[in-house]
């Protein structure tokens, strides 16, 4: 006897709640004789979850008695039973599956009168019943697994009830065993349910059926059993679950029972219940065949997915364990050889060697914070997120450069050296600059400040700050908050957030290396609003050298000393700057250039750095001064010198071109070349191109021969001038700022400030009608409220002043006005054109032109009283490039003015006025027009 244990496939494929594992125990002496009919073949059944249900089978030789044993009780059986004797039979209900002909099944017995009719059967000798499988529900997915259909549920059923739901087809069942309510059916043939007799328990009319009759050496049947067969075997590789119980079958098989092979394949398949039952309800062998054929098939691709799943589960699993393996191996020898403490011990040990030298200068507080991390992170595993976060946290605490101090230059002169080496000019930053020295010399010591550079774009506002942290000897480092709306990128995260940071300040001093930077803080007039806290306060504290000698930043939670760093800002428009900030600065503005200062910074800065920077020699080109001053005048006429910069190197990369075209040019053909080269490899041929005479004048063709290094300098020199300057950049963007030669009568110049610098702006004013009696002012030109409010003003303002000059001239009264300030696309505002509106007017009203070349600004009051203005040193430099000679300004600006640089002021007449009747002399006196 043999007996084979293994867990079915099928069931364990699809996990369903109580199908049962499949388990075979055979007798291989059985399957080998040569009759079927007398071969004893059991598949044996058992419950999943009832390994004791197991049950052993004796099959003991060729009779047609087998004597089955189970390990509680045993019964002998007639093998072959009579159909005659068994017409009417006991329905059995099976929940989950057919039972297939020989094969074994458990089944539960819940009918208590249905298990004492079994009993009693058993008695008489008799042990056979009918099992049919039972329906599902109706509308239920056969594919679906009903966990819920129970024998408990079947139990429920009424006699009727259960009768209804019964499948036509089922199989004559022997009851091999009864054990409590576990009954284990023997297969035996197929039956069909023709009556119901009784219904309780259900008591059914029978036939027996028998297989179609098949040829048994037809040539397709064989094929088919044989190709399940070998789908049995090829499943036999793949899915090791079948291996057991299918190989036995498989291997040992000799003469092959076609209907039992099918039966064999559909029983262990994890096809459905529906499908199974149509394979036992087929009784011709060959579509049999064929159904189980296809059901194993399914099978097979499942096991080939499964198997691949398995292969790859297990190649992860077996690299990690490799990769684990080998970690634990290398800690090993490490540790064995003394390379080594354990990871932790090693990672403390670093960060203590990089604290060392700074142990000294570390405050105490700090030194406490490292220790206690240091040894919380001891007790934390290396793998948890905790772990990373204080090693994070530690490496900042250790980076930081706690009383590190770069040793600052005291030096005025030096000082002053490197200053007036980078920028021209800006003598008023600079001043500021020697002042702080010289304030630190005296006290040894120089204090935290905050320097506010305001001024338009391109004045040098950044890159003197650069310079100034050079002359200082401190380490420079800029951030630009321009649209910053996050606190936390000033002050950081709190560590507890994934992924924190410190703010840019702990940033700024890890990156310098150093506790006194010089730190540039970029456009801070642009500051966002910010959202969940205002940067701007945030700003406040790390500026305020009264709190920022105590700096928290929220990551690192230890106080941090700022009070050494030197703060600059950076701003275009200075009253953008919010106000608490503004107080706690020391604004220095930087106006813009004139024309003057400008040829200056562009001869001996930005051609010097172009240069370079485009690898051209000093006598390979030159630029005239007349090609610099059209530039300047027609291109780059903005208060900064960027553009001018832009343009300088668009000269010089054009001319680099024409340099290397040049070259290329003198250069001998290929041929050429690799005939002179024959010889001496390093000589190329070239024409000494300075001189317009050959370099042999007495054979021009010939060439002269010289070392490739050599030959690459020898090139001509590009000559820009005013004549080809369009070439290298093209037509002028600027056309004259003056609209008019001469201003004709009701226009006036004024002069505006913006954030770009100052800029000449003509008011115009003109009677649109005759209103007798209903003078009005209609005004044009993008003007702001407070323009407008300004017009109005100016209006009666005029309207007065005519009455006092010409009692009799009743203009004002008698006309619709129309004032327009060109350059109607640009939005405008302010009151400081209220002088010029009312000199446009009353020009207009008196028929009179204003003096030629003047300029005016200054905000007027009802009475004609004129307040202060801002901008005078943009104002001026735009009236200078606007070929203005006179200005008037208010006299509250006189000191702005004196304050200017001589060359600012050179050749311009200016008059300080207090109230309106000044301006109007200055304006209508004389008869230059
Ligand atoms: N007085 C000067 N001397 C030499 N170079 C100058 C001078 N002023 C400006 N520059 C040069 O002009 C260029 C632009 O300057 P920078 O970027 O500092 O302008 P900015 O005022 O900071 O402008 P923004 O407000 O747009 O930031 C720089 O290359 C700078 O070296």
């Not at 679906?144 to 024998?151: F, I, L, N, Y």
């Not at 105590?550 to 030197?566: E, G, M, R, T």
């Not at 020199?717 to 700022?737: C, I, Q, R």
Request: hydrophobic share 40%; proline share 5%; glycine share 6%.
């Amino acid at each position: 006897m043999l007996k084979l244990l293994s867990h079915s496939s099928s069931s364990c494929l699809r996990p369903e709640a109580s199908s049962p594992v499949l388990r075979v125990l055979g007798s291989l002496t059985a399957l080998t004789r040569p009759n079927p009919n007398l071969a004893r073949r059991a598949f044996f059944c058992s419950d999943a979850n009832n390994e004791d249900g197991a049950v052993e089978i004796e099959f003991r030789g060729t009779g047609n008695v087998t004597k089955a044993e189970s390990n509680s009780s045993s019964a002998i059986m007639p093998t072959n039973p009579n159909p005659e004797d068994f017409l009417t039979v006991l329905a059995l209900p099976l929940p989950h599956r057919p039972l297939f002909p020989g094969f074994y099944m458990p089944i539960y017995v819940k009918d208590p009168k249905l298990l004492a009719a079994l009993q009693e059967s058993r008695k008489r000798q008799a042990p056979y019943a009918g099992a049919f499988l039972v329906k599902d529900k109706p509308g239920t997915d056969p594919s679906m697994v009903s966990g819920s259909e129970t024998e408990k549920s079947i139990h429920d059923l009424t006699g009727k009830e259960l009768f209804n739901r019964l499948h036509e087809v089922g199989t004559l069942a022997q009851i091999s065993s009864i054990q409590g309510d576990q009954v284990v059916l023997i297969g035996h043939r197929r039956l069909r349910i023709t009556e119901m007799v009784d219904e309780d328990p259900v008591t059914v009319k029978v036939d027996h059926l028998k297989d179609k009759p098949f040829d048994k050496d037809d040539d397709v049947i064989k094929e088919t059993s044989f190709e399940v067969i070998s789908t049995l075997r090829d499943v036999l590789k793949t899915s090791c679950l079948w291996r057991d119980h299918a190989q036995i079958y498989t291997q040992h098989i000799s003469d092959f029972n076609f209907p039992r092979i099918a039966d064999f394949g559909a029983a262990i398949s994890g096809a459905n219940k529906l499908q199974c039952q149509q394979v036992l309800e087929e009784l011709d062998v060959y579509e049999r065949l064929k159904l189980t054929l296809e059901l194993v098939k399914k099978e097979i691709e499942i096991s080939k997915i499964q198997e691949s799943l398995m292969k790859k589960m297990e190649e992860k699993m077996l690299a990690e364990q490799r990769r684990n393996l080998l970690n634990e191996q290398l800690k090993a020898i490490k540790k064995e050889l003394g390379v080594e403490a354990d990871d932790k011990t090693a990672l403390c040990d670093k960060f203590r060697e990089r604290l060392e030298p700074n142990r000294e200068k570390c405050p105490p507080n700090v030194l406490q914070v490292i220790e206690e991390e240091l040894s919380k992170m001891q007790l934390l595993d290396p793998s948890s997120s905790e772990f990373n976060v204080t090693r994070n946290y530690l490496d900042w605490l250790i980076s930081l450069p706690w009383g590190n101090y770069s040793d600052e230059n005291f030096d005025v002169l030096w000082a002053q050296k490197v200053l007036d080496e980078d920028h021209y000019g800006l003598t008023e930053v600079k001043e500021r600059i020697l002042e702080f020295i010289a304030v630190g010399k005296l006290r040894g010591m120089s204090e935290g400040k905050i320097i506010c550079l305001g001024g338009p774009p391109g004045v040098g506002k950044t890159s003197i700050g650069r310079s100034i942290a050079r002359a200082m000897n401190r380490n420079f480092f800029r951030f630009s908050v321009g649209g910053l709306t996050d606190v936390a990128e000033i002050k950081g995260h709190r560590r507890t957030y994934i992924g924190a940071m410190p703010g840019k300040m702990v940033q700024c001093l890890k990156t310098v290396g150093t506790a006194n930077p010089l730190v540039l803080i970029d456009e801070i007039d642009k500051l966002g609003r910010g959202h969940g806290g205002d940067p701007a306060s945030a700003l406040l504290e790390l500026l305020d050298p009264e709190q920022n000698a105590n700096f928290l930043d929220h990551y690192l939670d230890v106080p941090i000393d700022l009070s050494k760093v030197l703060f600059v800002c950076t701003a275009n428009i200075v009253h953008m700057i919010p106000t608490p900030l503004l107080d706690r600065m020391e604004v220095v503005s930087i106006a813009g250039y004139i024309t003057d200062e400008k040829i200056h910074i562009a001869r001996e800065y930005l051609e010097k750095t172009t240069r370079e920077a485009c690898g051209i020699e000093p006598e390979q080109v030159e630029v005239t001064d007349a090609a610099l001053l059209a530039l300047i005048e027609n291109y780059c006429r903005e208060s900064g010198v960027r553009n001018l910069q832009k343009h300088i190197e668009k000269i010089y990369r054009k001319i680099a071109l024409q340099l290397v075209r040049q070259g290329a040019a003198d250069e001998p053909a290929v041929g050429d070349q690799t005939q002179s080269l024959s010889d001496e490899p390093t000589v190329v041929e070239v024409e000494v191109a300075e001189s317009d005479e050959p370099v042999n004048s007495k054979n021009p063709r010939e060439t002269v021969k010289i070392p490739e290094s050599e030959a690459t300098k020898t090139v001509k020199k590009v000559l820009v001038d005013s004549s080809n300057l369009p070439d290298f950049v093209g037509k002028p963007v600027f056309h004259a700022e003056h609209i008019y030669e001469l201003t004709p009568v009701g226009v006036v110049m004024g002069l505006a400030w913006t954030a770009m610098g100052g800029c000449p702006l003509y008011i115009e004013t003109t009677q649109v009608e005759q209103a007798q009696g209903k003078g009005v002012l209609q005004v044009t030109g993008q003007l702001g409220d407070v323009m407008r409010e300004s017009a109005q003003i100016a209006h009666i303002v005029a309207r007065s002043i005519l009455l006092d000059k010409e009692p009799d001239n009743a203009f004002f009264a008698d006309s619709r006005l129309h004032l327009h300030i060109p350059a109607g696309a640009i939005p405008k505002d302010g009151p400081s054109a209220g002088c010029t509106m009312i000199t446009s007017m009353l020009s207009l009203a008196m028929k009179k032109p204003v003096k030629k070349d003047l300029a005016m600004t200054g905000e007027v009051t009802l009475t004609g009283r004129i307040l202060p203005i801002g901008g005078v040193k943009e104002k001026t430099i735009a009236a200078r490039r606007g070929g203005v000679k006179t200005i008037i300004f208010p006299s509250a600006n006189t000191r702005d003015y004196e304050e200017l640089a001589p060359n600012v002021k050179d050749g311009l007449d200016v008059h300080f006025v207090d109230d309106y009747s000044q301006i109007f002399n200055l304006a209508f006196s004389g008869d230059e027009n």
